[in-house]
């Protein structure tokens, strides 16, 4: 199947509108359109369920519910895919085919086993402790396990490059999810809340079950090793780490700004800062498309320059891989300063729209104080994403790790500080966490660019290493004894 990066480079190649608008809506559906619609798809059930007029306990208890269910299904994702991209790209490399299907089984298993570890003791707390409805818990439990599933289920999905099977899986989800809300609210009255939470849980379980049988029929062979992946976890344990602490950067903050004070409780449960949280939600997407620049960057340019010098490694003239290597650099720093000038422009935009239109719709006092700081974050956040990104192709494992746990460090100790300020400066620490990180990326790039022929050309060995007992030092059996007797007349 095509790649999409032909898609968009061709769109973007003949220069016209049309084909310009074409080429973005290609490089948004590869990217944020899942997220769009889901993020429109539950706001469609505000407006159709009259959400305003529910209690405020229980929307709190509902808008915690599904927010804990979005941070934590991701973070028990986030360690696997890396690796098993890792995995995956090998094996095509090889042409071993029949061991992605059992990989992606196997490595369901594994992601189901780490929710069940994080979901049943809260959840069981949640019912214990807390008082929740056991059916409400339930069911609570059952998205997180089917989110989970569809977080996991879309890196496969990205490998047979049919980006647009995604969205339209995402779609179909979001169908099912009007009509489920629909039908349980009116036709068996249940709550809204709760007709909410059952219809999400069917999305999320048809968007599940949808990527898992196209997955098993796009990959059709399977030789059975359900665990063939695990040696690359030992080996690639960077990579998980260095996903793992992105995303938990991304809410650490949130998770500080939890223990304010005026924090607010559900059911001994679910805490949550919400003017915290409204204003990080509109600073994330104030900033998402840069997501788009960068994937369109990467598949129209960056791929090709890269593919290009490692051909020329493979048996190329010493000229060749040197022109091939500053072509390479070069656009990666245009790539770098290219996606930083287009987001700016971009989020200044809509920063504007949203200061000027916000406040219309109830969004305004504290909300609208926090968000100049965090939109300035996430700004940088997403550029630190990049510059991970051209890690990852680099294969430098440590200095992704490197910034990453130094995103995650600074974000935390300057949100502990920044509790103390006022709510202007709330953000703070989400910006300098993301600034130092990406500072940290910039200059690994840079080490990368100045030692790249050490990191290709003096890796590896001639002879395979083993691990194992040392032989024995005897090359040829000899009896001193004899050698030391004079031989007889």
Known sequence: MASIGKSIKKSFEKKTISSTLFGILISTLTTVAPMLLVMGGILLLYILLDYNSVIYSERVLFTCSVLYIFIFSLLCTAPFNPVLSRYITDKI?????????????????????????????FYLYSCIVGGIDPVYTLTC??????????????????????????????????????GAALFTTKILHFSITYGMLVAICFAFMTIAISECAYIKGYFKTNNESYFGFLPYFKE????????????????????VFWSLPDHVTARNTYICYPPYDMATCIAMFTNISASV??????????????????????GGRLIDINKAKNRMFSLLSYQLMDVVRNQFIISVLLYLLCVVFLPRFGFAGQVMEMYPCLAAGYFVIFLLYSCIIFLFYFNDEAGALM??????????????????LSSI?????????????????????????????????????????????????????????????????
Not at 236 to 255: C, P
Not at 293 to 313: G, M, P
Not at 463 to 482: C, G, L, Q, R, Y
């Open 93 to 121: 490399f090889e042409e071993q085919y029949d061991t992605i299907l059992p990989c992606y089984f196997g490595g369901l298993f594994i992601n189901l086993i780490t929710c069940c570890i994080v979901g049943i003791p």
């Open 141 to 178: 439990y059952i998205t997180f396990i089917a989110l989970g599933m569809t977080f996991y289920s879309m890196l496969f999905l990205s490998i047979t490059k049919d980006y647009s099977k995604i969205s339209l899986f995402f779609l179909l989800g979001v169908i099912v999810m009007v």
């Open 236 to 255: 690639h344990w960077k990579l998980a780490v260095t996903n793992l602490l992105y995303f938990l950067g991304m809410y650490s903050h949130n998770f």
């Open 293 to 314: 620049i960068l994937i369109t960057q990467i598949e129209l340019h960056f791929h090709e320059r890269y593919k290009a010098y490692s051909e020329s490694v493979i």
């Open 403 to 420: 910034t990453t746990a130094a995103f995650v460090l600074v974000t935390t100790i300057a949100s502990i500080f920044a509790k103390n």
């Open 425 to 489: 400066w709330y953000g703070i620490g989400t910006f300098l966490g993301a600034f130092t990180g990406w500072i940290i990326a910039y200059h690994r790039l840079r080490w990368v660019e100045r030692n790249l022929d050490e990191h290709i050309f003096c890796k590896g060995s001639l002879i395979p290493a083993k691990h194992e007992n040392m032989p024995t030092s005897v090359v040829f059996p000899f009896d001193i004894t004899e050698a030391q007797e004079p031989k007889k007349q």
